[in-house]
């Protein structure tokens, strides 16, 4: 049996893929990954001998993903604050500045692993939600050996659209 940890890693994952995948994008993840969990790839197709060819436009979202339960976040009006693992932080710093930067997508379930999923015959229930984090200008790599809290806005929360807007910033 996988370990809680695992289970949550692979929530994450599969929520963003759908997300992905209903936006028209190919994921890709490796394994071992090297602080990179998931690539989402922007595909177009042009018209070929009367035919549509699909293919990759060449750009990208590289992403870090982390899963965790509302009982280990702290929820203020605008943020949400989470200890991430520090060197983690320090490779989001490291990429910021370069042509395929590193962006954080905090996965958040309920604190009762129950409550997680729910499916029927109509309907996929994940519960909870994920935001997107990247840091701002004015952040540094950190020091610290264990967590770096970080901050992130509410208004991150990643819906249908988002994965649209984060290539359009960030691709």
């Known amino acids: 049996m996988m370990t809680e940890e695992h289970i949550k890693e692979a929530l994450s994952l599969r929520y963003i893929e759908l997300i992905a995948a209903f936006n028209g994008y190919k994921t890709s993840s490796s394994y071992p990954d090297y602080g990179t969990d998931l690539e989402i790839k922007e595909i177009d197709f042009r018209i070929e001998n009367q035919h549509k060819r699909y293919l990759e436009t060449g750009r990208e979202l590289k992403l870090q ?3 965790t339960t ?3 976040i702290v929820i203020d009006d605008e943020t949400i604050k989470y200890d991430l693992n520090a060197s983690t ?11 395929c930067p590193l962006i954080l997508i905090l996965f958040v379930l309920p604190s009762e692993k129950t409550n997680w999923l729910a499916i029927s015959d109509n309907e996929l229930i994940t519960r909870r939600c994920a935001y997107w984090y990247f840091p701002d200008q004015t952040e540094f790599l ?8 970080i901050s992130i806005n509410k208004k991150n929360f990643i819906c249908n659209d988002t994965l649209n807007q984060l290539f359009d910033n960030f691709s």
């Open 89 to 99: 932080y320090n490779d989001l710093l490291s990429r910021k500045n370069t042509k």
């Open 65 to 67: 993903l982390k899963a």
């Open 70 to 72: 509302e009982n280990s």
């Open 142 to 149: 950190t020091a610290n050996f264990a967590t770096k809290r």
